[in-house]
């Protein structure tokens, strides 16, 4: 069976490769949400939930899907056997490839199996779950595909945004500021129109990851799809709004986001985020859109990805890892051996970078340009620069060359007012503005000093090439 077709067919190889388990029964009710949580911690298969408590069977939930470096690899058309730092820069490479795929119109699809429209609308009638605890709401987007389109440029954009039901026709779309999707919902608003929208609730992993990906304004996600699955996109026009919808998705909501104010918009989370906690609540700031027509598959499959608290996450390489690379090498870094970051990612607020240092400063360079790069900056908090002898993928050795490499005064500032997520913890709530907020970084050169580089004490351990040749002298 091909993986690149559908969700279904992606599917049908994870079974075939024993990278999925079906679980029947569970509850929506924090249930799944715990199960999710627990085999991503064990980097376990993906999740198939069936027989939800109290819905009928067949409608499900496809949750972990890339959890290992053996999916990812598959879902990004990699060799399923790379690891570690060896598939970020495969996927750095490939990137380099990238050549727009145009999507492909066609008349109808699976998609249209089942349609309710106005008073039929009924978004609990699929089983949403309340993944954490705390959440403020049932969240059926998560692992979603938000489609809008520019009125000016008329340029379609897809993006994942999440979605909390707040009635049976009505959910909230958290689309924070500078986003694409926001941004042409912004100018139907100030032109007093209604944003016309689509969203995708469960679809194939390559828009998805088209979907969740750092691209440009002007890149359209579904020719990245297209290029990633390695065959285009099928579309159909919208019925209402015209907007290309996902041929082959699972479950699809089509409908506008008016220009309600404040006053007019609901309670949105609090919902678990990816930092760990509970940040962010807002109020009267998450638009909402009115479901006009419900499209889904016979027993349709909603996607789940869930923010899960660091260092569970939903990917198991920080892939974004991969574009301050490049930015690096782009703004002329010479030797950068590795990026890497940890807590959550895809960089995060600790990014870690390998060097060979060929000159005097070249590390504090090094952390400087990362601190000030589009893909290093927002949510950033640490920058470490490290030699390249460190495994800068291991947090254990990444401390241990900290920790006795780092001369502190010379190698630790701090740069102050650097743009920050919106879900920092460290920011006060008072201070949460809507105009965003900064963060102070702290950039760590931890390499041994260049200036003595030959004098530094020499490493007490032995070459991984004698540690195996050892092993297999004394098999002990
Ligand atoms: C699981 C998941 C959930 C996300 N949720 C949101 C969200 O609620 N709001 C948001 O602005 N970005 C969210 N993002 C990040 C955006 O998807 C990401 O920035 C994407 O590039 C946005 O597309 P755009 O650049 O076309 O706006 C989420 C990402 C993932 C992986
Ligand atoms: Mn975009």
Not at 39 to 58: H, M
Not at 147 to 162: A, L, Q, W
Not at 367 to 384: E, I, M, P, Q, S
Request: proline share 8%.
């Amino acid at each position: 069976m091909e993986a690149n077709q559908d969700l279904r067919s992606f599917i049908g190889v994870l079974e075939s490769m024993g990278e999925i388990k079906k679980v029947a029964g569970a509850d929506w009710n924090l249930e799944i949400g715990g199960l999710t949580e627990l085999f991503s911690e064990k980097r376990g298969p993906a999740l198939l939930f069936d027989q939800v408590k109290g819905y009928p069977a067949g409608y499900r939930i496809l949750t972990n899907i890339f959890r290992t470096e053996k999916r990812l690899a598959l879902t990004l058309g990699l060799d399923t056997n790379l690891r570690g730092i060896d598939l970020l820069n495969a996927w750095r490479f490939k990137l380099r490839s990238f050549e727009p795929v145009p999507v492909t119109p066609v008349e109808g699809g699976p998609l249209f199996e089942n349609t309710m429209t106005e008073k039929e609308i009924d978004l609990t009638r699929f089983p949403a779950p309340l993944w954490h605890e705390l959440d403020g709401g049932r969240y059926i987007g998560t692992g979603c595909c938000v489609v809008t389109k520019d009125p000016e440029s008329g340029h379609i954009n897809v993006g994942t945004y999440r979605c909390m039901v707040q009635g049976k026709d009505r959910i909230t779309v958290k689309m924070d500021k500078g986003k694409h999707g926001r941004i042409a919902q912004d100018k139907y608003h100030q032109a007093g129109k209604a944003c016309p929208v689509v969203i995708s609730l469960g679809q194939d992993p390559w828009l998805f990851m088209a979907s969740t990906s750092p691209l440009s304004l002007d890149a359209s996600e579904y020719e990245f799809a297209g290029w990633l699955r390695g065959a285009p996109i099928q579309v159909v026009p919208g019925p209402l709004t015209g907007l290309p919808i996902p041929a082959t998705a699972e479950i699809v909501l089509e409908g506008e986001i008016p220009p309600y104010g404040p006053d007019k918009l609901p309670k949105e989370g609090p919902f678990g985020e990816w930092p760990g906690y509970y940040t962010n609540t807002t109020v009267g700031e998450v638009a909402i859109m009115e479901v006009q027509r419900v499209y889904y598959r016979n027993n349709p499959i909603l996607v789940g990805v869930p923010p899960l608290k660091p260092p569970n996450q939903y990917l198991p390489i920080p892939m974004a890892a991969a574009t301050l690379w490049d930015q690096l090498e782009k703004a002329g870094i010479p030797e950068v051996k590795g990026v890497w970051g940890f807590v959550y990612g895809p960089v995060g607020p600790f990014s870690v970078i390998a060097i060979r240092q060929r000159y005097a400063g070249h590390a504090k360079q090094t952390a400087l340009v990362a601190c000030g790069a589009k893909a290093g900056v927002t949510g950033g908090k640490f920058v470490v620069v490290l030699d390249d002898d460190v495994d800068i993928t291991d947090p254990q050795d990444v401390i241990w060359a900290m920790a006795t490499r780092c001369n502190v005064r010379e190698g630790v500032d701090i740069v102050k007012g650097v743009l920050t997520t919106p879900v920092e913890p460290a920011v006060h709530p008072s201070a949460r503005g809507s105009r965003g907020n900064t963060m102070d970084r702290v950039l760590i050169d931890a390499c041994r000093p260049y200036q003595w580089l030959d004098e530094f004490p020499p490493v007490n351990s032995f070459s991984k090439e004698y540690k195996q040749q050892l092993e297999k002298k004394w098999t002990l």
